[in-house]
């Protein structure tokens, strides 16, 4: 596994404070750039901008991101674009512009606030002229009013005497990985107020931003240049003064007229202070029910409040036509495309503490039930066949072909074939409606998807006659190290599941939704033949078991491929399929994330120890844990907890715990990992909580690291909260089981 340095506490103290409260960078350093962006991002569940500087900094990557703000590219169909960047300050210090890439950084600092969201930077700066300044930059994008971001401005001259010019500005037309998106409608300013109205090309989603540049200090002069507003004031030492940018952002899919409401809105919005004080409350509210607490170990303790906080802070709030892209909203990766990421990894945390939330990323999939059936009946098949990249339309935007290295063109699989995301969007459906009781949601939303893909499954499967099974032939399954095999056991247990519990959910609307149950009888073509027919089909879809140790197959013909020693390859720093190559990598027992432990812990309630041990012991070993998925290590943590392997567990924990924070897979570049943020939650609450669902609630059996000295938060199950105050004296072992349950708030 790959060695984390991090674990100790020098480098805990160089990431936090004391509480864990705090993401700290104590020095500035280039080579780290793009990745401190990554880490240092700001959202709100409507926009994301990347941890770049006001002023800008040589080769940087400034991004905002908007939900549902997609634009034709070649070869991926559509990408979510990087909106104008509101963020621009240029000052200059008596005629020498500010930068960090010049003059002397004295001293340097940014944080960011986990429980307030607001990303800070002191520097003491000294310009090449020999001046000496200190800045502090703060910066928010409100919780409270979506469409709101702000900055202050505080700068002190240590010892020099002359003028200070702060310029605001918008770039208009900034590019998607040098991709053009924009074209500018109208541009323009008067006296402390600017504004933009933009446009993308193709989609024509159109774009309105408004700012204003205020300030407490009768010493500054303000005007318009322009397109820009500028601000000047002349300083003596010691003097300290500030400035505020307030900016307001709507596009299309809020209003037909963006610019002028965002006009409006900046007019309406009250002072910086008023602003702030607001988005600090909103956040409050939100920490009152999400936050984990552990005691005796800072490192996890900062880092899980982290990943907490960077879903939380993406989470579509008011808008259920949009969904959290892999990166979140804080990089380019995978061009904002939703994947099965959001429903396995990310919303059971929403579902147990936000659900809300839950229900806008769900009722997502619901709207894009038409394209999905339109893709089931392109390929031939019956129902709703969902789309493993899906945007703005819920069309299939997974590439076909993409160029390799070389120029040459390669065939891409997954938009045909990795289909388990039928289930796994069923499955997250589920989860939510057993755990909220909604039924309202499941009988006019859920379950026309759920029965649809079932629908879908029925098609899909075919019947071996040697073998008196079902087969499902020609699939990915989350190991996409081996594309095009037959039987992936992830695949096919879940659709055992599937058809199961497709079946029980029309028992149960038949009995309590009578209406719901007629229209889809007529609508999805259910009848008492087909449901016997998807019985049959579970009952004899085949899965490759060995009876005798509960050993998994994770597809036909695995266990014939080549055994490869990972020590043998020790000092790589890419993943085995990067290192070997596409097709040698397939020909091997190298795991990209292991299918079939991934199925187990989802199923967790259906299979004994002893046929997870025997997977653990098979499969652990053939996984790719350091440059493999950034999927698998927290769900390899969660099994090992379920084998009393609480040491092992932290491992893998804290390799997902850490993957953005100290960049462990060298690629948080791109963006946060969101599945990884969900996965480490996760790995917390079912892992070490060992929390599992029954009839009357959520009870916990924990497990905790040797480390830990308390374990709290609260979960929400059917309207209710369920606090867990967990101790190493009520940990779960071989003699002993303690299940501690709470009472409802």
């Known amino acids: 596994m790959l060695h984390l340095a991090a674990h100790n506490s020098g480098q805990a103290q160089n990431l936090t404070d004391s509480k864990g409260t705090h993401v700290i960078e104590r020095g500035f350093d280039p080579q780290k750039l793009h990745h401190q962006e990554t880490v240092f991002n700001l959202s709100n569940g409507y926009l994301g901008t990347r941890g770049t500087f006001e002023e800008g900094y040589p080769q940087d990557s400034p991004a905002t991101m908007i939900h549902g703000v997609y634009d034709d590219v070649e070869i991926a169909k559509t990408e979510l674009v990087n909106c104008p960047n509101w963020l621009a300050l240029t000052i200059t210090i008596d005629g020498q512009r500010f930068g960090m890439e010049s003059g002397e950084i004295l001293t340097y600092e940014r944080r960011l606030d986990l429980r307030l969201g607001i990303l800070s930077r002191n520097v003491r700066w000294r310009s090449p002229n020999g001046q000496t300044v200190e800045f502090n930059f703060e910066r928010f994008v409100s919780l409270a009013d979506r469409h709101t971001l702000a900055i202050r401005c505080q700068i002190t001259s240590i010892d020099f005497e002359g003028e200070v010019k702060i310029t ?11 991709r053009p998106h924009w074209k500018t409608i109208e541009w323009g300013s008067k006296d402390n107020v600017m504004w933009l109205h933009t446009q993308t090309k193709s989609s024509q989603i159109q774009l ?7 300030t ?11 397109s820009q507003v500028e601000a000047k004031c002349y300083f003596l030492p010691g003097q300290t003064f500030g400035v505020e940018k307030i900016v307001t952002i709507f596009t299309s899919r809020d209003t037909e007229i963006p610019l002028d409401v965002a006009l409006d809105r900046l007019a309406e919005n009250p002072s910086y202070p008023s602003l702030l004080a607001a988005h600090i409350a909103a956040w409050d509210l939100v920490w009152k029910d999400n936050d984990v607490i552990i005691e005796g170990d800072t490192l996890a303790q900062l880092s899980v409040r982290y990943n907490i906080f960077q879903l939380l802070a993406v989470a579509p709030r008011n808008d259920d036509r949009v969904s959290i892209p892999p990166k979140t909203l804080s990089g380019f990766g ?5 994947f099965w990421d959001t429903e396995i990894f990310i919303l059971p945390l929403l579902v147990l503490t936000q659900p809300a939330l839950a229900r806008n990323l769900l009722n997502y999939r619901y709207h894009t039930l038409p394209q999905a059936r339109l893709k089931a009946q392109e390929m031939g098949f019956e129902g709703a066949m969902f789309a493993w990249e899906s945007a703005d339309t819920g069309e299939e935007v997974t590439p076909r072909w993409v160029p390799d290295p070389n120029g040459e063109m390669v065939r891409i699989w997954c938009g045909d074939l990795e289909i388990h995301i039928n289930s796994d969007i069923a499955y997250a459906a589920w989860q939510y409606w057993k755990t909220t009781g909604d039924d309202e949601w499941m009988s006019s939303y859920g379950a026309e998807m759920f029965l649809d893909t079932a629908n879908f499954w029925e098609s899909r499967v075919e019947w071996n006659e040697t073998r008196d099974c079902y087969d499902i032939r020609d699939v990915i399954g989350p190991d996409e190290n081996h594309d095009r095999v037959d039987n992936n056991a992830f695949t096919n247990l879940m659709v055992r599941w599937h058809l199961k519990s497709a079946i029980t959910l029309w028992e149960w609307l038949s009995q309590d939704c009578l209406e719901t149950a007629s229209h889809l009888a007529d609508a999805l073509k259910i009848s008492p033949e087909k449901l016997q027919h998807w019985a049959e089909i579970a009952d004899q ?3 490759n078991i060995d009876s ?17 020693n990972f020590a043998d390859y020790q000092s790589r720093t890419t993943s085995m399929q990067g290192l070997l190559g596409i097709e040698e990598t397939s020909k091997k027992q190298i795991l990209k994330q292991p299918d079939v432990l991934m199925v187990l812990y989802l199923l967790r309630d259906l299979y004994d120890t002893q046929t997870l041990q025997a997977n653990w012991d098979y499969y652990t070993p053939r996984t790719d844990h350091s440059y493999g998925s950034s999927l698998g290590p927290a769900i390899n943590a969660i099994v090992a907890c379920d084998l009393d392997r609480a040491n092992t567990a932290y491992d893998h924990f804290m390799q997902a715990a850490l993957v953005d924070l100290v960049n462990v897979r060298l690629n948080a570049n791109d963006g946060v990992h969101a599945a990884s943020a969900g996965g480490v939650w996760q790995a917390v609450i079912f892992g070490f909580g060992g929390v599992r669902m029954t009839e009357s609630g959520p009870v916990a059996c924990a497990k905790l690291p040797t480390n830990w000295k308390r374990l709290q938060f609260k979960l929400k199950w059917h309207g209710e909260w369920h606090e867990f105050d967990l ?3 009520l940990v779960c072992n071989d003699d002993k089981t303690t299940e501690v349950f709470q009472a409802s708030a």
Do not use: C, N
């Open 168 to 178: 605001s500005g918008f770039d208009a037309e900034p590019t998607t990985q040098g």
């Open 548 to 564: 005798s140790t509960g050993l998994i197959e994770q597809f036909d013909g695995f266990f014939d491929l080549e055994y490869v």
């Open 334 to 338: 995978y061009r904002g495309h939703i």
């Open 208 to 214: 309105g931003m408004a700012a204003k540049l205020t």
């Open 727 to 729: 101790r190493p004296e």
């Open 216 to 226: 407490q200090d009768d010493e500054f002069v303000i005007s318009s240049t322009d």
């Open 541 to 543: 879809i085949f899965i």
